[in-house]
């Protein structure tokens, strides 16, 4: 659970400025979509693809469904995203998940193995 609300907080701190910043999504739907996008890539990327692929593979999945949800998320309420904006927030929750991914394994000796 510790992992997961780790998690949370961390893509908060970098997700929820950038929508807000980049787009027109007003703070609770910013807040909203990390914390659903959050949830989504610790059960998708983190327990599934972590385990069985590694981080790189984890990771650029991480961006890929970053771009994806929060593409589908603007459009759906009208934020007026640009290509652009959506490429920033991908490569930002990648690089993200990259370093928790790196604080994963040193909870988690079972990666060392």
Same mark, same amino acid.
């Given at each position: 659970?510790?992992?997961?609300?780790?998690?949370?907080?961390?893509?908060?701190?970098f997700t929820v400025p &950038? #929508?807000?910043?980049l787009s027109n999504a007003?703070?609770?739907? *910013?807040?909203?979509?990390? $914390? !659903?996008? %959050?949830? +989504? =890539?610790?059960?998708?990327?983190?327990?599934?693809?972590?385990?069985e692929f590694g981080n790189?593979?984890?990771?650029?999945?991480?961006? &890929? #469904?970053?771009?994806?949800?929060?593409?589908?998320?603007?459009? *759906?309420?009208?934020?007026? $995203? !640009?290509? %652009?904006? +959506? =490429?920033?927030?991908?490569?930002?929750?990648?690089?993200?998940?990259?370093?928790?991914?790196?604080?994963?394994?040193?909870?988690?000796?079972?990666?060392?193995?």
């Amino acid at each position: 659970m510790s992992k997961l609300l780790v998690k949370l907080v961390v893509n908060a701190l970098f997700t929820v400025p &950038l #929508l807000l910043y980049l787009s027109n999504a007003t703070p609770f739907q *910013a807040l909203m979509a990390s $914390l !659903s996008l %959050s949830i +989504l =890539a610790f059960f998708l990327g983190d327990q599934w693809i972590l385990d069985e692929f590694g981080n790189a593979a984890a990771t650029l999945a991480d961006g &890929l #469904l970053a771009a994806l949800f929060v593409g589908a998320m603007g459009t *759906a309420y009208h934020w007026g $995203l !640009s290509w %652009s904006a +959506l =490429a920033v927030i991908a490569v930002v929750t990648a690089a993200v998940e990259f370093g928790y991914h790196l604080l994963l394994r040193r909870w988690d000796v079972r990666w060392y193995s």
